[in-house]
């Protein structure tokens, strides 16, 4: 079974520019999150998509970053304008509701550099 | 007070020996456990989950919950150099949705 994958696996951009990361789930998984991670912290949720609508944005900044899941399948997560602080990585995570449980599978990431 | 802490280490121990990481939590509404291992520059991947409270096994692992001291460790037995790494504890108020992370603990086994 292939697991989540997300593109590109690294990208540089000055402050300012846009930059959109890319995520296929697992397939079959309904569930599809976004994650930002700092350097020395955990992941926190951006957004998360059950198919096609979002069931939780509260923590995405939604006047500079913006997700959207076509067709409930691969999705797309863009920020504009970038700013130092957005350096980090942005992990694409996806999961299938089976019972007792909700496990979330991790993409290899997307490491942002805003210079 | 953050919502998942954790000690953020590094954790140091010999090869063989049992290391225990620790997490607590603040929402006492809080319905599912998970620990991550993340080796560096790696995305996480589950090591284990939790809902009840007591114990479970998993091969070297074990998960342990006390829901009324809102506590959550993982123990590894007869640790490997391999098993260094940042191990994150994550918590959701249902079964798997909303994950939030604590910042992790770093472990290093010394061979």
């Known amino acids: 079974e292939a697991g989540v994958a997300q593109s590109p696996r690294y990208k540089i951009i000055e402050k300012r520019q846009s930059v959109a990361f890319w995520c296929n789930p697992i397939?079959?998984?309904?569930?599809l999150y976004w994650y930002q991670q700092i350097l020395g912290q955990g992941p926190k949720l951006l957004i998360q998509f059950q198919n096609n609508g979002v069931v939780d944005d509260s923590q995405l900044p939604k006047d500079r970053f913006s997700a959207e899941r076509l067709k409930g399948v691969d999705s797309t997560l863009k920020i504009q304008p970038a700013k130092l602080e957005d350096s980090a990585v942005y992990l694409c995570a996806s999961s299938l509701i089976a019972a007792g449980g909700n496990i979330q599978y991790f993409g290899a990431g997307t490491r942002l550099s805003v210079l | 007070q953050k919502e998942v802490e954790q000690n953020s280490g590094p954790l140091s121990v010999p090869e063989g020996a049992i290391a225990s990481l620790n997490c607590t939590y603040s929402?006492?509404?809080?319905?599912?456990f998970f620990w991550y291992r993340q080796y560096s520059g790696k995305s996480p991947e589950l090591i284990m989950f939790?809902?009840?409270?007591g114990d479970k096994e998993d091969g070297r692992f074990t998960a342990q919950l006390n829901k009324a001291s809102q506590y959550v460790s993982l123990l590894i037995r007869d640790s490997q150099p391999s098993d260094s790494a940042t191990y994150l504890c994550a918590v959701a108020r249902e079964y798997g949705n909303k994950l939030v992370f604590g910042a992790g603990t770093i472990l290093r086994v010394k061979s």
């Open positions: 939790i809902y009840s409270n």
């Open positions: 397939s079959g998984h309904a569930t």
């Open positions: 929402d006492r509404g809080s319905q599912s």
